[in-house]
């Protein structure tokens, strides 16, 4: 059974488009994450929310917009798609007053044409 | 200053030998260093962690030391296998797991490649 689970895991699509990627996770955690790898493979923090509460933004443009409906849920649409938005977007979680680890998904691949 | 350093970019090992793996951090608050191993298409997965209050850890072949007067800490994998060609990442938080919300500051990854 996936702890960390995100659809799509392909994502096509054309400049300016408006795309979302879903993700869930069913380890009890109550801090969820989004992480940009891009072409280079570097990874680096967008969001997280911790019990459905916005916790980082970490200056990631308005036309990224994160959504938590509750805490094993954590949604991330993209309007006005650019060409520089394709990478790979992983989710995470982790428990809080735990060890710190993070559990990731197997990402979702955004390609934008 | 958050960054984590990470060298070298790609390294190339035979099955046996050992392969190291060294990160330089800033940031004299963080205080949890974990290594996060990504195989292609996959996630990457939390490999071994250290607090700064030891100075190595190990676990199997994998070995963390950790040096927090100069602020590095490198990971040692020792006998590699081919099954270890991997993307491996270091990475920093402070607080992590504890009530402040941390985050993870990756290094920029290493692309290690065991050859049979």
């Known amino acids: 059974d996936t702890a960390v689970s995100q659809t799509p895991k392909y994502l096509v699509t054309q400049m300016g488009n408006d795309k979302s990627i879903k993700c869930e996770q069913n380890l009890g955690h109550d801090t969820m994450y989004w992480y940009k790898q891009d072409s280079k493979k570097f990874l680096k923090i967008m969001f997280s929310y911790n019990n459905k509460e916005l916790i980082i933004n970490e200056t990631v443009p308005n036309r990224f917009s994160p959504k938590s409906p509750d805490k094993a849920h954590l949604n991330l649409h993209i309007n006005s798609l650019e060409l520089g938005d394709s990478a790979v977007y992983f989710c995470?979680?982790?428990?809080?007053?735990?060890?710190?680890?993070?559990?990731f998904g197997e990402g979702s691949r955004l390609t934008v044409l | 200053q958050q960054q984590v350093k990470q060298s070298p970019q790609s390294l190339i090992v035979q099955k046996g030998g050992i392969s190291i793996i060294n990160c330089a951090y800033e940031?004299?608050?963080?205080?949890?260093f974990p290594w996060y191993q990504q195989f292609p298409g996959k996630g990457p997965a939390l490999l071994i962690a250290?607090?700064?209050?030891?100075s190595e850890k190990k676990e199997g072949r994998f070995t963390i030391s950790f040096n927090k007067s100069a602020k590095q800490f490198s990971l040692h994998i020792m006998d590699s296998q081919p099954g270890d060609s991997a993307t491996y990442f270091c990475?920093?938080?402070?607080?992590?797991?504890?009530?402040?919300?941390?985050?993870?500051?990756f290094g920029q990854g290493t692309i290690l490649t065991v050859h049979p």
């Open positions: 940031n004299t608050a963080f205080d949890y």
């Open positions: 250290i607090r700064p209050d030891v």
């Open positions: 990475a920093a938080d402070k607080n992590a797991g504890g009530t402040s919300y941390g985050k993870l500051t």
């Open positions: 995470a979680s982790s428990l809080q007053g735990g060890t710190g680890e993070l559990f």
